[in-house]
């Protein structure tokens, strides 16, 4: 896989915004894949019962769609450094249409070795679902 | 019941040793939308970590609900990706407890380890919801 290029980036520059939809069959697949099978990110009666509003989206798989957004863009999936993110609000899912996170991001500051670090934004229905949601990126020179 | 601050700074190592499968590298990959191959995507560390954050938290000592857990914040650094194979080891420490407003907020570190290796360090925020008034 070739990364991006370093010498081509500059603060401000921009990851092209992408977006996902999320479906409930996606959070049964993410469900069996990662081992979090908490009911609230299946069963609705379940997570209207705990007082949500609905069935919600793992964090962790928003997190993960947040991740290929930047690998993606850095064209490397190891390229990352460090991740980390705050979840802030649930991505609601309902039953007969899919749920659609818009990711955007830019970078934010030149670093040594080649790497960049970037800051992304996540919004679900209009409201953001991630915050302070950075990552160090790898890149070639 | 807030946590003790006593098991600020407590670790505890995984019972088992866990070597990466195709299998459930492949199924991550499914999951999150990505080519099939035999490198594992950033968050697939928290398969492993997250486990063994219920394991401790579940544990009879520290006896919180899991049922109750909300997650606050998630961090990771990676000194490389994690591969098919990998044999990993497991060591979360409890780095902070804090108790506001009767719920236990609780960040734990977890230390992916291949022997001597540092692989993948995470930290994850955890809120546990005290009970209703």
Redesign the interface.
Same mark, same amino acid.
């Given at each position: 896989m070739s990364r991006l290029s370093y010498s081509s980036l500059m603060v401000g520059s921009v990851l092209p915004e992408r977006t +996902?939809e999320i479906t409930r069959a996606?959070l049964k697949?993410?469900a069996?894949?990662?081992?979090?099978q908490n009911p609230i990110h299946q069963d609705e009666a379940f997570a209207v019962s705990v007082g949500l509003p609905n069935l919600i989206a793992h *964090?962790?798989?928003t997190?993960? !769609?947040a =991740?290929?957004f930047i @690998?993606d863009w850095a064209g490397d $999936?190891?390229a !990352?450094?460090? +991740?980390?993110? &705050? +979840?802030t609000k649930p991505v609601i899912v309902a039953a007969d249409t899919p749920a659609v996170v818009i990711f955007s991001g830019s970078v934010t500051e030149l670093l040594s070795n080649n790497s960049v670090k970037v800051e992304i934004q996540a919004i679900s229905a209009g409201v953001k679902v991630l915050g302070?949601a950075r990552a160090i990126v790898s890149c070639d020179e | 019941m807030a946590l003790s601050p006593e098991f600020l700074g407590r670790a505890y190592r995984a019972p088992e040793i866990h070597t990466v499968t195709a299998d459930?590298v492949h199924?991550?990959l &499914?999951?999150?939308?990505?080519p099939i *191959?035999d490198?594992a /995507? /950033? @968050?697939f560390a $928290?398969?492993l970590a !997250?486990?063994e954050s219920e394991s401790v938290m579940k544990s009879p000592e520290l006896g919180l609900d899991w049922n109750r857990v909300?997650? =606050?914040?998630? &961090? +990771?650094?990676?000194r &490389?990706?994690i591969h098919v194979g990998d044999v990993l080891d497991c060591e979360t420490v409890i780095e902070a407890i804090k108790s506001v407003a009767g719920n236990d907020i609780i960040t734990t570190r977890c230390d992916l380890m291949s022997g001597t290796e540092l692989v993948v360090r995470s930290?994850a925020v955890l809120f546990f919801r005290g009970p209703e008034k």
């Open positions: +996902f996606d697949r993410y069996d894949a990662s081992g979090d *964090g962790m798989y997190m993960a !769609l =991740g290929k @690998t $999936i190891t !990352l450094q460090e +991740f980390g993110v &705050r +979840f302070q | 459930e199924a991550f &499914r999951a999150v939308g990505e *191959g490198i /995507p /950033p @968050t $928290i398969k !997250l486990a909300v997650h =606050g914040d998630q &961090r +990771f650094e990676y &490389r990706a930290w």
